[in-house]
């Protein structure tokens, strides 16, 4: 197929401003090592459009990682979010603790952006 004609279009470099919006992301990661191990990460996502072009964007994480060993057991968890709008903030915590035959760590992450309605 070929186009010809294509007088109808804008150019974009004579726009100011064609995309917006409220924008999160999260990121989870877990390990364990030892004789038992179990690594468990959620991370969920999701924005929703208000209306004048505003729009609302959450973001929410979660790993839990533990192990179990006769010598040594480790574990580590990191959790890490962004969040891009007129209003935002992330809230994030690790923690982690090792008695030596047993560790664990996890984490949480929740991101908040809302790009507030025009007019």
Do not use: C, W
């Not at 109808?8 to 919006?21: T, Y």
């Amino acid at each position: 197929m070929i186009i010809s004609d294509l007088s109808h279009l804008d150019i974009i470099s004579e726009n100011n401003a064609i995309l917006g919006g409220a924008a999160t992301s999260v990121t989870t990661e877990g390990t364990a090592y030892g004789d038992s191990t179990k690594v468990k990460a959620i991370t969920k996502t999701n924005s929703i459009p208000l209306g004048n072009g505003g729009s609302l964007s959450l973001g929410f994480g979660y790993v839990k990682a533990s192990a179990v060993d006769a010598k040594d057991a480790s574990a580590k968890a990191n959790v890490s979010g962004t969040a891009e709008g007129d209003i935002n903030f992330v809230i994030g915590n690790n923690y982690s603790i090792d008695t030596g035959r047993r560790a664990q760590a996890g984490g949480f992450v929740f991101a908040y952006a809302l790009d507030l309605p025009k007019g």
